[in-house]
DNA sequence: TTCTCGTGTCATAGT
DNA sequence: AAACTATGACACGAG
């Protein structure tokens, strides 16, 4: 297996890392957030939950000195460093993705930069970090927050200026010109077929050197004021906007293409064009006529020509667009709304500061990814990619995106209506209506002004099946209020584990840490207390960090005093009937002996505590022995009763090399061998089904959340769907009102008009428009007729 | 009294 | 083989 692990993870690298250099995006994440558990597993080895820690190393190397190394919470500590981290990265926007960066670098040597800027969670490959210099940090961030951030930093720019040397801006400007010779064919041809495709996508080279050209400027003029915008970049995308990065990414090639050219412009042409090809499979029955299969350049003249702004993304070219783009961008902005929701949650305010702060650049930012550029305030988590890059709707956003965690319900309606208005404004820009209500409302016959005998079929399977869609997205829009309260509740969940006492604080006892060391518990032989005592050896815990220290004083028995080390071990309702004694007062809900308490509290207080200082404590303590023992438990006072030297902790706990050095060094008996081995085993047995109930306990949680986010997909799903339903009817919709006019102005030699009730409109792959009888019946009468050929102009 | 829940323990299989 | 871990099953006490 692990050979397994390190020969695919390896293969996996260099294949992503070739992929990466023919400027194709590698979106790691991508797969290891996918349903393929085993492929993350064999990758990032088995999650922590279900790993065997060795807590004695990592109680060495970590600083989870708090944690008792056997405790449970050591995965909390973990996941409580790492949602840190991730809560310090959040004003940064910053998506944590695994990505691999490459570049084609040729690299000068006079010319290294020391990295700038953090290090990416992705792979940066050798001679990254003398490619970033301090303006690529705005790069570095925009691959990791960007969401739909150039991962190949493949600068256009540069491949055209330098033909090679495509590191990314520092040396640009150094290492320029050197590595032409250095290009081979191939590489050159590469640069050339990106850079046509950009040119395809209407953006032409220059478009991409936005960074440079600035670059450059400041290069030129280092005057205060440029490293003023160079901090303010930088601020910029502290405040979750990254400059360049955040620019849309063509998804084939990984770069950026420029703001005027809309990021869904795909996404618009692939929804025409699903529409067209739900249409042509929906609608197959005679309507061939009203409604023609969309083939090859006919639709180029329809978007070109209809929409000169969405030009690029309405270019149908003969093949089809993929999907790829699109859900790679529609991951990655589920990736963004993960990190809103929890913005939105917690840091609001500075979620619409960092909105404030991308209006100071005119470049796109972040939220101008998805077309929010300018709106400042924070995003919606239930925004859909559709209209984010829809300028045009932004009269939407101040309640599109005010957060509205309290109204969840709501959201997926506008969610709705904002979808639509986004689809309607392709649809209208397309056919020239303004027409919006006709998108949201029950489709009204809209070509009224159709011939009569043109047949208006009412389509009874599209009703019925918009109906169902609208009574399921009804239901799911319960759905997801139920998602929404089951998150509150794991939410809650997770609180209340938070709080459920396991917390390091309650540990530790605020008197003094390490006076735990002291607490060795080899006061068995000690019989000077009371007679319970003599009849329960004395065990106490320590903690396996206070090994090494009791060593030293084992067998130094002083005047053993049990009360602390019962105290120690007695659950936290008892504790609470202590509350008087101070060194009790943190401590609540600890139930458990992950954390045992005895390491909060010395088992030898009298080093701790001073003669005089005893009396009053010691009789309070005194008087609550019994009932403490009745709380210790069975194998602690077994280990007592058998007189055995250490604690119960360090039985359980020791590693299994110093546990046998601790076993030589003192001369037990048999029985008490056997015990020792027994309270180990059970302890250690102990701890392991806390864990195992743990584990179950989480399981169970991330299965609700799973079947939540499947509900939630399956309602955005659904969404999508009524959208494309309602897009496929306008376009059939245009389409009979457009044959309507065609047949009200055709005519054949004699004059006599084309009835559409017997003729119908036929498209060639070429453009060209046949007339062609509907039925058999009109094909004799037809003979007549000689059919007519039309180019017909698809304008309006 | 009964039920539920949390916890400890045992047996056993797997690592 | 030993040590350790995981987990199902059961028992027990508390609420």
Redesign the pocket.
Known sequence: MLYLKKYFTEGLIQFTILLSLIGVRVDVDTYLSNQLPPLREIILGPSS?????Q?HNLRNTLDGYGIHP?SVDLDQFFTTRRLLNEVRQLDRLSVPSSELNTWLVHRDSETVVSAGGQSSPGITLDNGAGLEDINNIDATPAMRGGGGAPESTYDLNAADSSLGAVAPEGNQEQGSGGGNDDLTKEDIDLIDILWRQDIDLGAGREVFSYSNRQKDTEEEKPNPQDSKDVNDEQESWRNGINLQGSQPVDGETGESIPEQLPVLGSQTSLSLQECLRLLEATFPFGEEAEFPVPVGNQEVSISNEEVPSTSQGLTLAPQMPTAEPQLDLEQQWQDIMAIMELQAMDVNNSASNSGNASNDTAEPTAAGTFGLSENPTPINQDVSLHQASLPSCSQDFPQIFRPQLDSVSVTPRTSMLRLSSGNSTNINSTFGATNLTGVFLPPINSSSNNVTSTPNLPDPFTTLLEESMLDEISLLDLAMEEGFSQAQASQLEEELDSD?GLSLDSSRSPASPSSSETSCSSAASSSSTSANFSEEGAVGYSTDSEAAAVETEEGAVGGYQPEYSKLCRMSF?DLSQFNGLPQLDGISHN???NVPLSSSFPEHPDLLLSAGKKTSRDKKLQASQDLLDKHA???ERRARAMKIPFSNEKIVN???EE??ELLAKHHLSEAQLALIR?I??????????????K??LETIINLEQGVQDLRRDKARLLKEKMEFIRSIRQLKQKMQSLCQEVFSQLRDEEGRPFPPSEYCLQYGADGSVLIAPRSGAAATQQQSRKPEKKQKDKKK
């Open positions: 939950a279900y790993t065997q820690t807590f056997k459920s309702q139930h458990t002996y438990s069975r194998d020791l590693p299994v546990f046998n027994d180990r085993r059970r302890g250690k047995n102990k701890m392991a089904a806390q864990n195992c109930r584990r179950k």
